[in-house]
């Protein structure tokens, strides 16, 4: 271990230890994915590490999460993107070469992607 | 960056509680579990320390989510994994349930023993691996220190800490700040930072929790009170019974040492400080300061006279700074978030928050922290979810032996160092005994004084022979044998241990007795006066009947009877043998129809031999 110098240094040790905790904050983003038995059966889990992936690659600050069978099992993988004060949209079919544009242009961006898009929730219902 | 993202985090409480009901085994099933289903790459398991709500140990807690499983067992583990880690499903059989309603809470931040509190002192126990200094780091670990080093002249920190108004939390919450001024300013080249972890008061463990789950809130806080008292060397005094504490603190020194956050010339700013641990061997009286010092010089651990104050003559005949553990740990944020942030919590003359080992006969027990102000009521039922078995409260010591206790009158409270005071009880090192209608006061207020009279030193006569006398006669007046004139014998020996005792250990054995004086003096005359015990626990003043209108002769009474004093047949009116009975309580217990009555300071009109059921009185 190197020895720290001065508070930039102890800063930027920070910034990169920061992420290891991240998933016990609430980042206010989160993705979730469809992990039920048809979930599975139909890749999410590879899906998963797709998504989990370009996150790392990117170094974003969002929590992924698993759920189980919501009841469109001929449309999964699906995976879901909340982020605070914004419908929860739900995307269908979503492979894992799919992942990095999904987080693109939803995360980066802030566009839906329309053409994958299978439902939408609005916060509190 | 080759280190994987890791979607969710599984926090083990690996503190002591959780770790004796079997901690060590899930942590090594849940990464079996892990790897055999290939997760190792999205999934981290992590040991923390204690989230306080050790009765529902081992804890596990889920993150993103929150989710907050309790009571887990390895053979939990599988299906856990599959549920929650695979399919993101709550695995309900392990939720918390609130007691009574039976209400099932699976989210960490919704149960109603955490809603009510504040964690500042205890903020990263239960959240990060305090074995890693990254972790502390990630919270803003070490931050205070960089700017303490960097930004601010050692006048500036001591007028920040007093600002603050923090208060020590040993006991008798002397200013912080001023402590530190007083030893900043003694003369003397050489001094001495020591840390008080020896924490005698039996059932109390804040101190080892945070020693446990945050190490390095400490190292950092002696740290940054070395740089402002003038002091390059610092002693945490812990007791040997806390192993678990040690090993970490132990392991935290080495790796504050290696980014070189402890040693010489921190942050590069020439300043250096180093940090030795004292196992202490775990006499109560060891935790009074100049004892400890003493201890740590290798002496026999004996108080002695202050003045001098170890602020100017302590360790070695040095200035030496003495703090608790909880102190320290504020220090940190005191400095990070600025005195005002910390003046604005609690009350104004007792800022911050205060940490309760909340036991005794309360639904939910456990380690909290509450903001100071808070009242006795929100704690006990509130947090501590009421009494249990729809029994009445009856009274709730704080500060452990040398404490005093306070009646449901006390309830509405706001608990602070100088309320508490007040009413007769104290702060002290935060335990917190909640009794129901079933305690004897009496019975109490010896229990806690067989434990100081025991602890006692026996260096100085009132605390050595008062405390002796004052437990004899306690323990006459529970046997029965009291006499009227006890009760101002006992105020007597109080008056004079109070005034002439060496230390605090001495001057404030007679605490609990008093404050239960105080408010249940009534109690001690009916046991002197009317040989009776009003709660029916002292045995020489109470006696079991079976009730003749309510027996149905049964026969379970006679059966259990360890000693064979009852009499009855099948159909037959039972009847104890009141020479020969023991007290055991056993009837009492195992009656199905609740037909034994137990009294004391009376009795009942009983056949003088079995009768049938039915025919008593007619
Ligand atoms: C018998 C006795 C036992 C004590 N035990 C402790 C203890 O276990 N931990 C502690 O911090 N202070 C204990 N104290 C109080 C210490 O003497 C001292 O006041 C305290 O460590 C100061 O720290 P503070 O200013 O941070 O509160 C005890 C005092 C007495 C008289
Ligand atoms: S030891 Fe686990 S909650 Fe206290």
Known sequence: ??????????????????????????????????????????????????????????????????????????????????????????????????????????????????EWVVGRLQEDE | MSEPIYRANVLVCTGTGCDSSGAGSVIDAL???????????????????????????????????????????????????????????????????????QQAVPFYDEIPFYEKQQRITLRNCGVIDPESIDEYIARGGYEALGKVLSEMSSEDVIEEVKASGLRGRGGAGFLTGLKWEFTARAP?????????????????FMDRSILEGDPHSVIEGMAICGYSVGSSEGYVYCRAEYPLAIKRLRLAIE???????????????????????????????????????????????????????????????????????????????????????????????????????????????????????????????????????????????????????????????????????????????????????????????????TFASAESCGKCVPCRVGGRRMLEILTRITEGEGTPEDIDQIKEIAKGMDSDSLCALGQLTPGPIMSALRYFEDEFHAHINEDRCPAKQCVNMISYYVSPETCV??????????????????RMIHIINQDGCIKCNTCFEVCPFDAIVKLSGGEIEVPEEPIPVGSFGK
């Open chain 2, 255 to 449: 790796q504050a040492e290696e980014y070189g956050l402890l040693g010489d010339d921190i942050f590069g700013s020439g300043f250096g400080f180093h940090l030795k641990i004292k196992e202490g061997a775990g006499a109560f009286v060891c935790g009074e300061e100049t004892a400890l010092i003493a201890s740590i010089e290798g002496k026999r651990g004996e108080p002695r006279p202050r003045p001098p104050f170890p602020a100017v003559s302590g360790l070695w005949g040095k200035p030496t700074n003495n703090n608790n553990v909880k102190s320290y740990a504020n220090v940190p944020q005191i400095i990070r978030n600025g005195a005002e942030w910390f003046a604005a919590i609690g009350t104004p003359r007792s800022p911050g928050t205060a940490i309760f080992a909340l036991t005794g006969k309360v639904e939910n027990t456990g380690l909290i922290e509450v903001p100071m102000g808070i009242t006795l009521r929100e704690i006990i039922y509130d947090i501590g979810g009421g009494i249990p078995d729809g029994k009445e409260f009856k009274a709730v010591q704080t500060g452990g032996p040398l404490g005093g206790c306070l009646p449901a009158s006390g309830l509405d409270l706001q608990v602070d160092f100088d309320s508490l005071r007040q009413a007769g009880a104290v702060m002290g090192s935060g335990g917190m005994i909640v009794v129901d209608e079933e305690t004897c006061m009496v019975e109490f207020s010896k229990y806690f004084l």
């Open chain 2, 553 to 570: 002769g049964c026969g379970m009474c006679k059966r259990e009877c360890p000693v064979q004093v009852i009499d009855g047949e099948r």
């Open chain 2, 188 to 204: 003397g080249d050489v001094k001495y930072v020591v840390c008080n972890a020896d924490e005698g008061d039996p059932g109390a």
């Open chain 1, 1 to 114: 271990m190197a020895q720290i110098k001065s508070l930039e240094e102890l800063r930027r040790l920070r910034e990169r230890v920061e992420r290891d905790i991240s998933t016990r904050r609430d980042t206010g983003t989160t993705i979730i994915v469809g992990m039920g038995t048809c979930g599975i059966a139909s890749g999410a889990r590879e899906t998963m590490r797709a998504i989990l992936e370009e996150v790392r690659r990117r170094d974003m600050d969002v929590n992924v999460t698993t759920v189980g069978c919501i009841g469109m099992c001929n449309k999964e993988p699906l995976v879901d993107i909340e982020q605070a004060g914004k419908p929860r949209v739900s995307y269908g079919n979503i492979t894992p070469d799919m992942a990095p544009r999904l987080i693109e242009e939803h995360l980066v961006n802030g566009q839906v992607v329309e």
């Open chain 2, 31 to 101: 990464r079996g579990e892990v790897e055999r289903r290939e997760l190792q790459g999205e999934v981290r398991v992590i040991e923390t320390g204690c989230r306080g709500f050790c009765a529902m140990g081992p804890i596990v807690i889920v993150y993103p989510e929150g989710l907050f499983y309790c009571q887990v067992q390895t053979t939990d583990v599988e299906e856990l994994v599959e549920e929650t880690l695979v399919k993101g499903r709550i695995l309900q059989r392990l939720v918390f349930e609130v007691p009574h309603s």
